[in-house]
């Protein structure tokens, strides 16, 4: 099987918003290219459609990953069975929730191994200086995230 998943993370403030918008609205394209976009949460995925299974359904994972890891693990391995079938040559899962989920990425990349196509995790990552001024911007300022007056970002950030 020639068959690559990207797994995209990345830490907050890293720019994954802009490529999952840019994956989602771009999803026929990489359809016509034999590339599937499979969202967050595997929510693009035919399949089993476990309660975690939706966009923002990380939380739910996360409230008994035990449970549904192995269960998530399960619908990806069918999953790309069935886009392989289908003549797909690779899919992409971004969810910036995966940065620092070793564990889970760790299993991601054995169950390529183990049923024959290859896993990529890219990750992005911004510099720190960057990152603080665009959360101030987002949090301090556009969505305050505090009651009062917009506080200067020497007083916002020592918080």
């Known amino acids: 099987m020639s068959f690559t998943l990207y797994v995209h993370v990345g830490s907050g403030k890293a720019g994954s918003s802009a490529i999952q918008t840019a994956l989602l609205q771009h999803a026929n394209k990489l359809a016509e290219k034999k590339v599937k976009y499979l969202g967050l949460m595997l929510e693009n995925m035919s399949g089993n459609d476990a309660e975690w299974k939706k966009p923002y359904g990380w939380p739910v994972y996360v409230s008994n990953s035990k449970k549904y890891k192995d269960e998530l693990l399960f619908q990806l391995e069918e999953g790309v069975a069935e886009l392989v079938t289908h003549g ?24 390529g191994k183990k049923a024959g196509f290859k896993v990529k995790i890219i990750c992005y990552f911004r510099n720190h200086t960057s990152w ?18 917009i506080k200067p970002f020497s007083e916002w950030s020592k918080e």
């Open 88 to 111: 797909y040559k690779a899919a992409v899962w971004s969810n910036e929730s995966l940065f620092g989920q070793v564990d889970l990425l760790r299993d991601v990349k054995a169950l």
């Open 132 to 149: 603080a001024i665009s959360a101030y911007k987002q949090w301090g300022i556009k969505h305050k995230s505090y009651s009062g007056p």
